[in-house]
């Protein structure tokens, strides 16, 4: 899983584009997108904090918090701008952040009031995406025909990678073959007396 500071080094003018869509109004604001214990979608307005080390997010104790903590799945979309239909999306999976100094150092810079049940995520970056719109953006009404918008798309190489395949199994020894059954004994003749039939009622002589 990449960081953001991963993604950063390897696409830098991507991250940067991204960066501006999700920080254009001053404090990072975005919609993100958490996975329910239904399996459903959950969407909710954040303030995503982006540094040059990570992608973090202050979250409260609410239902999205607890999607996270139960399945890390995340997408986070960019605030639309007042001037384009620009768009920016992350996907990856967020984690809680153990270590205490970053959070009270992220936690001091943000002035990130300390009696609020908030916890500290980190979003590792497994795709990132911008869209440029045009001067006639997204909109189906606009007076001249829509034009095709220009996308720009990263995948984190260490998880589009295939997995090795597994190992053949070694074949199975064949089974030994069964020994012959001893043949049966042949049965004893059963020796049977027959009598003749009578004559005229007399019996038949022994």
């Not at 239904?38 to 973090?56: A, F, K, M, N, W």
């Not at 639309?80 to 990856?92: F, I, K």
Request: aromatic residues 8%; hydrophobic residues 45%; glycine residues 6%.
């Amino acid at each position: 899983m990449a960081s953001w500071f991963d993604f950063s080094a390897d696409e830098p003018r991507l991250a940067d584009a991204i960066r501006t869509l999700m920080l254009q109004y001053g404090p990072g604001l975005g919609y993100l997108a958490t996975v329910r214990a239904d399996g459903g979608p959950r969407v909710h307005p954040v303030s995503p904090v982006i540094t040059d080390e990570g992608l973090y997010c202050f979250v409260v104790d609410s239902p999205k918090r607890r999607d996270l903590e139960r399945d890390g799945r995340y997408a986070l979309h960019s605030f639309p701008p007042e001037d384009s239909d620009d768009e920016a999306y992350l996907a990856g999976r967020a984690t809680v952040v153990t270590d205490r100094a970053k959070v009270a150092r992220l936690a001091g810079h943000l002035r990130a009031a300390p009696h609020v049940d908030w916890r500290l995520f980190e979003f590792t970056v497994d795709v990132a995406m911008i869209a440029r719109h045009g001067r006639n953006g997204a909109t189906p009404f606009a007076v001249e025909p829509p034009s095709r918008p220009a996308v720009q798309v990263w995948l984190d190489p260490s998880a589009a990678a295939p997995e090795a395949p597994a190992a053949p199994a070694a074949p199975a020894a064949p089974a030994a073959p069964a020994a012959p059954a001893a043949p049966e004994a042949p049965e004893a003749p059963v020796k049977a007396s027959v009598r003749a039939p009578s004559v005229c009622g007399l019996p038949a002589p022994a």
